[in-house]
């Protein structure tokens, strides 16, 4: 069985109930054979014989009538991620002082993101490329303040998508490879 990856969106352990043990639970219950968690984000590593999106889709049920939590997840192959490890799309980044990479996750390849790249208006945020319904971007501190990709994305997309920085993602692959 392939390994998947889902972020679930606005996990904030300890709030609400909130904890890894019922991010596994959940995703043992929605039919993962297998389920791990990492950091404290929402990340949760999982193997299923089930179709994946299908699982995160009954995991989230189960969170909405456990706890109240209804957030989407956004699955994606382990081997895929670790693709877009070894292919480093930052190298396309531009220039300039960076405070952090971002990944924006989409339910889908979206046809409304703007032309990129495309920059917040304050200028702390770049996004500068999609892979199918992955959103790569960068921020900078302007003001003491960093940009926010998700805000920015979601603006131009729609809500219910989550964001991850890219040496989350990175340290995960490492992890689960």
């Known amino acids: 069985m392939l390994p998947y990856v889902a972020f679930v969106r606005f996990v904030t352990l300890g709030r609400g109930g909130q904890s890894n043990d019922l991010l596994r639970r959940a995703y043992r219950e929605a039919g993962a054979t297998e389920s791990a968690t990492f950091l404290a ?70 046809p409304d993101l703007p032309a990129l790249p495309a920059s917040s208006p304050r200028g702390d945020l770049v996004v500068f490329a999609a892979d199918g319904a992955d959103v790569y971007s960068v921020t900078r501190l302007v003001g003491g303040r960093e940009g926010s990709p ?27 490879t």
């Open 150 to 176: 998700n805000a920015f994305v979601e603006r131009h997309v729609g809500p219910g998508l989550t964001s991850r920085n890219w040496n989350t993602v990175e340290r995960l692959v490492a992890t689960f």
């Open 41 to 110: 984000t929402g990340n949760v590593v999982f193997e299923t014989r089930s179709e994946p999106v299908a699982v995160a889709a009954r995991a989230r049920s189960l969170l909405r009538d456990w706890i109240g939590f209804d957030q989407p997840a956004h699955v994606r192959p382990l081997h895929v991620l670790a693709a877009a490890v070894d292919r480093d799309p930052f190298q396309g980044a531009p220039s300039g002082p960076v405070q952090t990479r971002f990944v924006t996750f989409l339910p889908a390849p979206s």
